[in-house]
C-alpha cells in the first residue's frame, strides 16, 4: 500500500449544519447526499454541475440508504421510512423502538450483501445504554444484534461478516464478527479515544481496508490500519467532524460533514467553518455503499402494493 497522501479541505458548501450527517454517495446521481438530524433536513449535491438540492421531512433524520432511482430509505425517529424523494410517495413505512419514545434512529450503512444496519440512541443523549444496533434484511425483517449503547455510529463493515461499530459516548469503536445467523461470536475494543481526541463519529473504508474516522469535537478526521494504529490525520476548519465517505472521481474523493451543535461562541469563532460541508483528494479508493436490495418476493409484494 502506498503511503496516503490528502489534499487541503474544500469547502462544498457553506451551510450552518447544526448536526450534519449521514454521507451517502450515489455514483449513478454523481451526487453527495446528507442529512442535518436536527433541523429535519437532507441535501444532495451534485459535483458534476453544482446542482444542490433541499428536501425537508417531518422527523429527526439520521441517515439515507440507496434503493434505486429516486427511492431511499430515510432512517428518522422512529421510523424506516422507503420513499421516492422527488414524488414524496411513501412506499412503505417501519416503526421502530415504539416503546422507547425518547430513542431516536442516529446513523446507517448498508453491508456488503445489500442489508441495511442502523443503530439507536437516546435522542436528548443522557449516560444511559438504550441504544441498540439493528439488521433490516432483504425481506424487510428487523433483527437487533446487538445493544447497551449511548450513541451509535457507524458500521463500517470489513466484509459480511467482520464490521466496525462505535459507541461516540463511550469514545469506544468496536470491531464485531457475526455468524450466518447474525449471532455475535466476537466483539473487542479497537480503538479508545483520549479526551483530547474528541468523540469518534461516523466512518467509512478504504480499499485497503484502513478505517477513517471523524472526530466529534475533534477537527479532524483521522486514518487507522487493521492493527489500530493511526497512519493519517487530515485537519479540518470545523470543530465538530460528523462524518465521512468515499465518492466523486475514481471514488477516491472523501465528503465529510461538521456540525455547529454544542458550540460556542468562541468556538464559532474559532472554527468558523463548523457546519459546513467539505470535500479532500485522496489517492485512496474507497468502498462503494451498496444499494439497500430487496428479495424478488418483497420486491413484487412491495410493486403490487403500491401499482396504483
Same mark, same amino acid.
Given at each position: 500500500m502506498n503511503k496516503i497522501k490528502t489534499s487541503v479541505p474544500e469547502v462544498l458548501w457553506k451551510?450552518?449544519?447544526?448536526?450534519?450527517?449521514?454521507?451517502?454517495?450515489?455514483?449513478? =446521481?454523481? @451526487? &453527495? %447526499?446528507?442529512? $442535518?438530524?436536527?433541523?429535519?433536513?437532507?441535501? #444532495?449535491?451534485?459535483?458534476? +454541475? +453544482?446542482?444542490? !438540492? !433541499? %428536501?425537508?421531512?417531518?422527523?429527526?433524520?439520521?441517515?439515507?440508504? =440507496?434503493?434505486?432511482?429516486? &427511492?431511499?430509505?430515510? /432512517?428518522?425517529?422512529?421510523?424506516?421510512?422507503?420513499?421516492?424523494?422527488?414524488?414524496?410517495?411513501?412506499i412503505k413505512s417501519i416503526l421502530i423502538e415504539k416503546d422507547i419514545k425518547l430513542n431516536r434512529i442516529n446513523d446507517g450503512k448498508t453491508d456488503p450483501k445489500g442489508n441495511l444496519w442502523f443503530g439507536t440512541m437516546d435522542n436528548l443523549e443522557r449516560k444511559i445504554e438504550k441504544g441498540s444496533l439493528y439488521k433490516l434484511d432483504k425481506g424487510l425483517n428487523l433483527i437487533k444484534v446487538d445493544k447497551n449503547y449511548r450513541i451509535t455510529n457507524g458500521p463500517a463493515f470489513i466484509d459480511e461478516y467482520n464490521f466496525y461499530h462505535t459507541d461516540s459516548s463511550k469514545?469506544?469503536?468496536?470491531?464485531? !464478527? &457475526?455468524?450466518? !445467523?447474525?449471532?455475535? &461470536?466476537?466483539?473487542?475494543?479497537?480503538?479508545?479515544?483520549?479526551?483530547? $481526541? /474528541? #468523540?469518534? $463519529?461516523?466512518?467509512?473504508? $478504504?480499499?485497503?481496508?484502513?478505517?477513517?474516522?471523524?472526530?466529534?469535537?475533534?477537527?479532524?478526521? @483521522?486514518?487507522?490500519?487493521?492493527?489500530?494504529?493511526?497512519? =493519517?490525520?487530515?485537519?479540518?476548519?470545523?470543530?465538530?467532524?460528523?462524518?465521512?465517505?468515499? /465518492?466523486? =472521481?475514481?471514488?477516491?474523493?472523501?465528503?465529510?460533514?461538521?456540525?455547529?451543535?454544542?458550540m460556542s461562541k468562541a468556538d464559532l469563532l474559532k472554527y468558523r467553518y463548523s457546519g459546513f460541508l467539505f470535500s479532500v483528494k485522496t489517492n485512496m479508493k474507497g468502498i462503494l455503499q451498496k444499494k439497500f436490495i430487496f428479495s424478488n418476493e418483497k420486491k413484487r409484494s412491495l410493486l403490487r402494493a403500491n401499482s396504483n
Open positions: 451551510l450552518r449544519c447544526k448536526l450534519g450527517e449521514g454521507t451517502l454517495w450515489v455514483k449513478e =446521481h454523481n @451526487s &453527495i %447526499y446528507f442529512v $442535518d438530524i436536527k433541523k429535519k433536513i437532507f441535501f #444532495s449535491l451534485n459535483i458534476k +454541475n +453544482n446542482k444542490k !438540492k !433541499k %428536501y425537508k421531512v417531518n422527523k429527526e433524520i439520521g441517515f439515507l440508504a =440507496h434503493v434505486k432511482g429516486n &427511492i431511499f430509505i430515510l /432512517g428518522l425517529q422512529g421510523e424506516l421510512r422507503i420513499q421516492n424523494i422527488e414524488t414524496k410517495k411513501i469514545k469506544i469503536i468496536y470491531k464485531i !464478527k &457475526i455468524d450466518k !445467523k447474525n449471532n455475535i &461470536i466476537r466483539k473487542k475494543i479497537f480503538k479508545r479515544f483520549l479526551i483530547k $481526541d /474528541g #468523540s469518534p $463519529d461516523g466512518m467509512t473504508l $478504504d480499499k485497503y481496508k484502513n478505517l477513517w474516522v471523524a472526530h466529534f469535537s475533534g477537527a479532524c478526521v @483521522s486514518v487507522f490500519n487493521k492493527n489500530a494504529k493511526l497512519i =493519517h490525520k487530515i485537519n479540518l476548519p470545523a470543530k465538530n467532524i460528523t462524518n465521512c465517505a468515499f /465518492g466523486g =472521481h475514481n471514488n477516491s474523493e472523501i465528503f465529510i460533514t461538521t456540525a455547529t451543535k454544542g
